[in-house]
């Protein structure tokens, strides 16, 4: 089971990029997936979560400027980034609490896609 993520890249400040996450494997079900970030020199932090069910939660930091979103039959999520800012220049990471087929339950992560927000 992995998650791959895409959609990364370089642009202007004010402007939009999209991320995309693809679970893949035996997969059974997906709890939440989520999406984290971490800057140059700092933590990694939590960006926007969805549940299966669609419940949301973003940092503050996002709100009204990021939209998480999922569909359950694909095994994929989308984070909509608009209005950027030079501040989320970020690897962003996809992770999800995947069941594989026979198997218990599994913290998965990505391994990460470039964000660069240029002023």
């Known amino acids: 089971v992995q998650l791959v993520e895409s959609g990364g890249g370089l642009v202007q400040a004010g402007g939009s990029l999209r991320l995309s996450c693809a679970a893949s494997g035996n997969i059974f079900t997906i709890n939440y997936m989520g999406w984290f970030r971490q800057a140059p020199g700092k933590q990694r932090e939590l960006v926007a979560t969805?549940?299966?069910?669609?419940?949301?939660n973003y940092a503050d930091s996002v709100k009204g400027r990021f939209t998480i979103s999922r569909d359950n039959g694909k095994n994929t999520m989308v984070l909509q980034m608009d209005s950027l800012k030079p501040e989320d220049t970020a690897v962003y990471y996809c992770?999800?609490?995947?069941?594989?087929?026979?198997?218990?339950?599994?913290?998965?992560w990505g391994q990460g896609t470039l964000v660069t927000v240029s002023s």
């Open positions: 969805i549940t299966n069910g669609g419940v949301t």
């Open positions: 992770n999800g609490r995947i069941l594989p087929r026979g198997s218990t339950w599994q913290d998965i």
